[in-house]
């Protein structure tokens, strides 16, 4: 531990004699510093054993003194070593009231101390005590990295926890905690995950303090990782500040977390490739091939049915959605996604895919992460954590902007996602094509995610809710609005009607209220006016949508 005024007392060669403040001496001690000024305090920072001889100050004036003592307190000084047998036989009796009055330790120096050996004797100490410092962090180094190598990053934890007298826990890079030490720790940890989220929001390195006085511990909150955007968090708490042993074994643990961290980055590198060919394969439809190239690595979750989602960030999706519309090459031909894996810290799709992989490594469970350009490609288990937290990270999102009404659509920070229908690896390729379906439908109707079985399971009317079915529309009937302008009758509602009873003329008639004489020549004017015959199923086809469209913008 550093020096204190105690310490010193006890140093048998410097004979120093308490005669203030005796129950304030065990204040640690920065520097001891001599100083003849009458006011030295601009040149203290606080913590000091300041040493006067009272060379230029009346000792004897006790309003001086009670302002001379006052200042130094103010400016954190810890104590004032005053020589006797030098200007003074013994310290006047106005500084140690002074002294006694504001709590100051005071303490008498002999004249056979010169204040030379009281400043080597803080010297001495404060040197020792870092050294014991760093010989700690050293033997702290070694015991983490030791503990890293034998037990992973649980043993780092729990040896890190018996170090700084508290406890540890380390977050994936979702904000949730993977590992805590000791196992009481949970729930403390759990509680901190909005402060980790923070945390993550800044480059790295970055931390944090959570908690102090007034909370049941003092937790520093640290990132893990080299990139951009943290890939993990590392919290320590503690009853009280860390020393500098303490501190020695928090960085070392820092240190080891990162480069475990960065490894993993590798070789999760390395598996992403190794997925992209899988898919590749899947989609070229060789499930065999695919099967032995997953080995143990996907192998699970080709066994499964599994789930198959596109994900686009909405800037992406709203380019993509003024295309011609023509199928992406992925999804068509044998070379699938592309093989590059760029790093992905910082976009929404980033965030998406460290969502998935950390439901479903939390869960156990195999998945398939393919960055694809600007989309970005998961196999996932059919019901399992990955899907599920697709889903209500969609949720949350699409929470957040109504919660913004004023925040555009298209923002970067948001997704579009289309989830297929539960397949096998004999359906991947279909699969991947109900995917990129159900990424369409969300990207016209402004949704983030829509499900495949959504579309076949509802009406097609939402379908029609588009800008080019809608100006379709609009040409196909407009000769017929014209037409009913003028009040020569009413096309448009006879040929609805005539459509919905499939060419019935007395039951269309019936609802209309006419002789059935009068729909047919009525149906004789749509055919004139539009060129069309209605004895032909398409033109019949066209003219029901183009109807329907038009209702379902509410005209």
Known sequence: MPPTLASLVHHSALKLTVRAGEDRLDVPVRWAHVSELADPVPYMEGGELLLITALKLDAEDPEVMRRYVKRLVAAGVVGLGFAVGVNYDEIPKALVDAAEEEGLPLLEVPRRTPFIAISKAVSAAIAADQYRAVTAGFAAQRELTKQALTDGPEGLLASLAGQVDGWAALYDASGAVVATAPDWAGRRAARLTPDVERLRERPAPASSVVGGEDREDRVELHSLGTGRRPRAALAVGTAAALGTAERYAVHSAIALLTLTTERSRSLHAAEQRIGAAVLRMLLAGEPDHARTVAGELYGELLDAPFRLILAESASASAARAHA??????????????AVAVPDIN?????????????????????????????????????????VSACGE?????????????????????????????????????????????????????????????????????PLLADDAVRAFADGLLRALHEHDATGRGD????????????????????????????????????EEI??????????????????????????
């Open 324 to 337: 011609d519309g023509h199928a992406r090459v992925a999804a068509t031909a044998p070379s699938g996604p």
């Open 346 to 386: 910082g976009d929404p799709l980033g965030g998406l895919a460290e969502v998935v992989e950390s439901a479903a490594a939390r869960a156990g469970e195999s998945v398939l992460v393919v960055p694809d350009g600007e989309r970005l490609v998961v196999l996932a288990v059919d019901g399992g954590a990955a």
């Open 393 to 461: 990270y969609a949720v949350s999102l699409e929470a957040a902007r109504a919660a913004v009404r004023e925040q555009p659509a298209g923002d970067e920070d948001e997704l579009v996602v289309g989830l297929s229908a539960p397949a096998g690896p004999i359906a991947a390729a279909a699969a991947y094509k109900q995917a990129e379906q159900a990424l369409s439908v969300a990207r016209r109707r402004g949704r983030f995610l829509v499900e495949h079985e959504e579309l076949a399971a509802g009406s097609v009317l």
């Open 491 to 526: 096309l448009v509602a006879s040929l609805r009607a005539w459509l919905s009873r499939h060419g019935q003329w007395d039951a269309a008639a019936a609802d209309l209220g006419v002789h059935r004489h009068t729909l047919r020549y009525r149906m004789r004017r749509v």
């Open 530 to 555: 539009l060129g069309r015959s209605l004895d032909d199923p398409d033109v019949r086809m066209e003219l029901w949508l183009a109807l329907k469209a038009t209702s379902a913008a509410g005209e």
